[in-house]
């Protein structure tokens, strides 16, 4: 199957800084890529739907200026969270489709970020 | 928007038995319900799909069902083993117009398969 990969995997911030997390579609182009969030213990929540070459689209809740997502090409999304607060500590994913695969359906999830913020 | 309701929310079981998890949604409109494994830390994995037009399909252990009048699919997974123990999701997706490929996930269903 097509391949998702993010970067990093792991990451430690203080409270107040931002911090980018990329996602990368490796053998595939994708206009469009997803963005998740997950909780201890909880499921996963779409936060946005990164479209490139527009803006993203986002989930009601999610606060737009705080979770900056660009989608400049068609194999790259990144998400950038400003002024991290340790509220924000949780692992984000991204996915993708591949829109040449045989299973259009079918999406593909990154390995995840890690996200702690003191 | 979409809601997916999954039960229950921990299932133990002992080695060889079934399992039988249920999930619920209310948007008659999707059309595409996959079932992942997640294993902790990690990201989630497909183990079986359906779409809208198939009330049934089976992958070896796995099998999944999908009743479209009654909104409710289910994954079945017999001869359980002791590394089928995980967190498995349900999940629905609209796929069309402008909400195409939105995913939208059950609670989450943690599986204990003990030897």
């Known amino acids: 199957g097509a391949v998702v990969s993010q970067h990093p995997s792991r990451v430690i911030c203080k409270s107040g800084t931002s911090v980018k997390i990329e996602c990368r579609s490796l053998d595939f182009q994708a206009t469009t890529m997803f963005w998740y969030r997950q909780f201890p213990k909880q499921s996963l929540m779409l936060m946005a739907t990164?479209?490139?070459?527009?803006?993203?689209?986002?989930e009601q809740g999610v606060e737009k200026d705080k979770f900056l997502i660009n989608h400049a090409s068609l194999t790259l999304s990144t998400l950038t969270v400003t002024s991290a607060h340790p509220e924000d500590s949780s692992f984000y994913i991204c996915s993708a489709r591949d829109p040449s695969g045989l299973e259009l359906d079918e999406q593909f999830f990154g390995p995840g970020t890690r996200l702690t913020v003191l | 928007g979409e809601n997916v309701e999954q039960h229950p929310s921990t299932l133990s079981v002992q080695e060889g038995d079934s399992a039988v998890i249920k999930c619920t949604y209310s948007?008659?409109?999707?059309?595409?319900f996959p079932w992942y494994k997640q294993e902790l830390g990690k990201r989630p994995q497909l183990i079986i799909d359906i779409r809208s037009n198939v009330g049934e399909k089976k992958d070896q252990r796995i099998a999944v069902t999908l009743n479209k009048t009654a909104k409710h699919f289910s994954l079945h997974i017999t001869e359980t083993q002791p590394e089928d123990s995980a967190v498995y999701f349900c999940a629905a997706e609209y796929a069309g117009g402008t909400s195409y490929g939105k995913l939208t996930f059950g609670q989450g269903t943690i599986l204990t398969v003990h030897p």
């Open positions: 948007d008659s409109a999707s059309n595409y």
């Open positions: 990164s479209n490139e070459g527009s803006k993203a689209t986002y």
